[in-house]
């Protein structure tokens, strides 16, 4: 497997962990309509999150973050459209990223919460 889809891989197992740590319930991981792909679809405190996560192993490349591009927005509320489609829900939504940056022995995490495009 490639670097970057092992980073990925660990990104998302981190990122489920921490959202658990943080008092949210893990709905889906890697919940996937044709095309469209949401890393992890979560509840908290009556409300339904879309999570976007992105890891890097360094910043030599941009924060992760900065990877997070106006399509990629797009697609996750595309991705949300078809997932309360399939499962009404009477719960605000909200779109959010998880950015995460791997280090040799330690994770740094920084929530980004209700983006827009």
Request: net charge neutral; hydrophobic share 40%.
């Amino acid at each position: 497997m490639a670097r970057h889809n092992e980073t990925g891989k660990k990104g998302e197992k981190l990122a489920a962990e921490w959202l658990v740590k943080n008092g949210f319930t893990i709905l889906e991981k890697n919940w996937r309509f044709k095309r469209l792909e949401v890393d992890i679809i979560a509840e908290k405190e009556n409300l339904l999150h879309f999570i976007e996560v992105k890891s890097r192993a360094s910043e030599n490349y941009g924060l992760p973050e900065e990877a997070v591009s106006k399509k990629k927005i797009e697609n996750l509320l595309n991705a949300s459209v078809e997932y309360l489609q399939l499962y009404p829900t009477s719960k605000r939504i909200q779109f959010d990223v998880l950015a995460i940056t791997l280090q040799k022995d330690a994770a740094t995490f920084f929530f980004i919460e209700d983006v827009y495009i």
